[in-house]
DNA sequence: CCGTTATCTTTACAACGGTAAGATGGCGGC
DNA sequence: GCCGCCATCTTACCGTTGTAAAGATAACGG
């Protein structure tokens, strides 16, 4: 516990994930985090630089965090993608932050080498699926990408039929299957 | 021209979609649409009565847009998911307003009736196509929705590689095809 | 033990969203 | 043709926010 607060970047990062999780990111204040962690309202700008640089530490750690899951998952399309949806749920304010790149600096160093790890570790296993079907790689990738995607952001905003029952990963992995079955 | 100023309603609208489409709707502010407007900035409240008030009514027409996007698309799942992204890219900012409930009225009556509109061209043309397929409804017609939905989210944040090219409607027919071929 | 430096506080300012009261002017009723 | 009504817009004001600048505080290294 190095200074003062002990880890005040910490502690911010994981008051604006409660707030986002519980009242999405367009109301986010800084004082509000600042309050919560019981410091002065002036006192992230340190750590942060800025309103916008407490989401792109937010989204950079998302990033990585996915990447690490997909890893996880393995090869397999289908469970790479409930892995994807899954991670999308677990971090619902992580998730919603990443791809809403006009409320953080998407050119941070750090954020674009995380992308570009969970990028990587996304078409690896799609590329492995490609090559056992046959399929082209770049049009299969994309596609399974924005099923997964489409599928957690729509779960996220609750724009789903609610017929689908409570578990995500179940119901991502029948979705999921859709595509590679014939 | 009823009033004073001719049509503030409108004029705010489009000034709201100018703004988001050019920097996001993140830092979009009241009083900057009403300075474009030439009014003063209490003026918008009268007629959207808040500023998530001006963003309900952006996304309110936006469900209706879409749904009439879809219904001139037909019942073929391919075209409707080429009009779903043509859609989405045509009203950027509508489409980027809709999927972020959070920051407008959900619940406004205007809204939920265009969203059920919509919704119901969506689903028609699942129906038709799993009618002449043989497959699951419920589950196929998540999975499409989900594909298009996310291949239109990713291509708005740049998220997809480079490489598809310049033509949205092409790349989005070659991805949604995959859905339905074995 | 002392100075350096990272960390945090205090103070200040402009912009914002929202409210309330007053001004403006088009429109229908007489 | 005139008057009152009411939708529309303006002005003034309040509390909050993000950000910058300057000063205080305390851990750490020499």
Chains 1, 2 share one sequence.
Not at 18 to 44: D, M, N, T, W, Y
Not at 114 to 130: C, D, I, K, P, S
């Amino acid at each position: 516990m190095p200074y003062h607060h002990g880890d005040l970047r910490r502690a911010i990062l994981d008051a604006a994930i409660e707030s986002i999780s519980a009242h999405g990111s367009a109301g986010l204040s800084l004082r509000e985090l600042s309050r919560r962690a019981g410091v002065s309202h002036a006192a992230p700008i340190h750590h942060f630089g800025d309103k916008a640089g407490v989401l792109t530490a937010l989204a950079a750690e998302g990033y990585e965090l996915l990447a690490d899951a997909l890893a996880a998952a393995g090869d397999e399309f289908v469970e790479a993608g409930v892995a994807y949806v899954r991670f999308a749920v677990t971090y619902k304010a992580h998730f919603e932050v990443m791809f809403r790149p006009d409320a953080y600096h998407p050119d941070d160093p750090a954020v674009v080498t995380a992308r570009n790890r969970a990028r990587e570790a996304l078409t690896a296993g799609v590329h492995a699926q490609t090559a056992r079907t046959g399929r082209d790689a770049r049009v299969t990738g994309v596609a399974a990408w924005s099923l997964v995607h489409g599928f957690a952001t729509l779960w996220q905003t609750g724009a789903l039929p609610a017929d689908l029952g409570e578990d995500v990963t179940a119901s991502a992995r029948e979705v999921a299957k859709v595509l590679f079955t014939p």
